[in-house]
């Protein structure tokens, strides 16, 4: 534990501070939970040691909450953690600031009543989305993405069985959304990263370019447990492979044949 630690509470939050290191700055972050639930809006600042501090990051302080059932971040948060929401089966909707510049793997996962995801105006430049920050979403229908998201990993919308829509807002430079389907356009060619888990189509051909790019790769677990999907086309012209295009499948794979990958 760094000698720079402090815990201090406030309201039904437990806020700690901490350094990663002698030079580092302090992290301010919600740590733990004490509150009945329903809706709640975490705090803003803490006062640690007789000086105030902006918080800016949530913990892993709310996993397996069942009474939550609304969460408003205010601007100025930067980072939601690992696991910070996860399995918190009665959370339906949360608002996040356009400061935050990172939601971490499994930041939301397993929030089966989750149905509204807004994301505010952008104040951050950049956005990253891990792994399965918002797996296994089963209610959440649609989700607009902000236009400062940067970089995702892998498919971090897999097991989120009813999601039919998926747009990007104007001024994306670095994701596109062509028929709910969402690509990262931040290179010279276009790589398919997203595809809906409630897309009720049996068939998809890839399509040979997005904005203007070769759409050239696949991401891994972007098919991940569809149950519906029978056959998917690679366009001649478009340089997706086979194999590519089967890892995109993994798990699908194991679970059951495709009738076609052409």
């Known amino acids: 534990v760094s000698a720079n630690a402090a ?3 406030v309201g039904d939050f437990t806020v700690d501070r901490s350094k990663s290191g002698y030079s580092s700055p302090y992290v301010v972050s919600i740590s733990a939970y004490n509150g009945k639930g329903g809706e709640i809006t975490l705090p803003t600042t803490a006062e640690i040691n007789g000086t105030e501090y902006q918080i800016t990051s949530v913990g892993n302080a709310f996993e397996g909450n069942e009474s939550i059932t609304g969460v408003t971040i205010p601007d100025g948060y930067t980072e939601i953690g690992l696991s910070a929401f996860k399995d918190c ?3 339906q909707s ?3 600031p356009g ?3 990172m939601i971490s793997s499994s930041a939301f996962s397993g929030c089966t009543m989750l149905n509204t995801v ?3 105006n952008d104040t951050a430049a950049s956005l990253t989305i891990n792994l399965g920050a918002f797996a296994n979403c089963t209610a959440l229908t649609s989700i ?3 236009a400062r998201l940067s970089s995702t990993r892998y498919n971090f919308l897999y097991g989120c069985d009813a999601l039919t829509s998926i747009t990007v807002k104007d001024g994306a430079q670095k994701f596109a959304a062509v028929d709910n389907v969402l690509y990262n356009v931040s290179s010279d060619k276009a790589v398919m990263v997203v595809y809906p888990g409630g897309k009720t189509e049996t068939e998809y051909t890839i399509p040979t370019e997005v904005n203007g790019k070769a759409v050239t790769s696949t991401a891994m677990h972007l098919f991940r447990n569809n149950p519906v999907l029978k056959k998917v086309t690679n366009d ?3 340089r997706v492979t086979k194999m590519l295009i089967r890892r995109a499948f993994m798990e699908l794979l194991r679970q059951k044949p495709m009738q076609s990958i052409t």
């Open 94 to 96: 949360v608002e996040i």
């Open 89 to 91: 089966t009665g959370l």
């Open 144 to 146: 607009e993405l902000p």
């Open 236 to 238: 001649h012209r478009t």
């Open 99 to 101: 400061s935050v510049d």
């Open 118 to 120: 807004n994301f505010d």
């Open 7 to 9: 815990t201090t509470t």
